[in-house]
């Protein structure tokens, strides 16, 4: 990492922080109703298969609630709901619940490479999550794939700076300084 992009993630970071001291930025409770939030996703999944394997139609219901619910508190996180970030997002997260209970049963079975790369890959898509959220990432012709190395939009205060970088190496490194669970 060069200089320039250790600047733009310090005054991302240092932005962070302002908002955090003016109260409008509660990072670490968004992180914790993310979580809430992947686990409703999860059960949205549970009340579907249930209804599948049964036929019973009050799984339907249950089914619904869960899904307003989710809908709801996914609402006070995902601020851009332009095109389909909102369904990105939502995706985003599923995914990474996901990753994280296979890498989980995978370190039960005593595969702890493969675990950790479950665990890897979930981190960096719920740190896309965050990236997203956050404004760090513009989602667009600036979000390329490539050979390990990802054209990614970082967003300080003047203008957006493109970098090349690993785009989920950057957004983690970022996603653990700016969110702190442990912050009550």
Do not use: P
Not at 74 to 80: G, S
């Amino acid at each position: 990492m060069d200089l320039k992009q250790n600047e733009d993630i310090q005054k991302f970071l240092d932005k962070i922080k302002q908002l955090e001291k003016n109260e409008k930025l509660d990072l670490s409770s968004d992180e914790d109703l993310s979580i809430g939030i992947m686990n409703l996703i999860s059960i949205e999944e549970h009340l579907f298969f249930t209804f599948s394997k049964t036929g019973k139609k009050e799984y339907l219901s249950v089914l619904n609630q869960v899904r307003e619910m989710r809908k709801d508190l996914l609402k006070k996180i995902i601020k851009d709901s332009e095109g389909e970030v909102w369904c990105t997002c939502k995706h985003l997260l599923a995914v990474s619940m996901r990753l994280i209970e296979v890498g989980t049963k995978m370190l039960g079975k005593g595969n702890e490479q493969e675990a950790k790369d479950m665990f890897e890959k979930a981190y960096g898509l719920y740190s896309m999550f965050w990236g997203i959220n956050l404004g760090l990432v513009t989602v667009g012709n600036e979000l390329t794939a490539g050979n390990g190395n990802n054209t990614i939009n970082l967003v300080s205060d003047s203008k957006a700076k493109t970098a090349s970088v690993s785009i989920f190496a950057k957004l983690g490194q970022i996603v653990q300084k700016a969110i702190d669970c442990c912050k009550e």
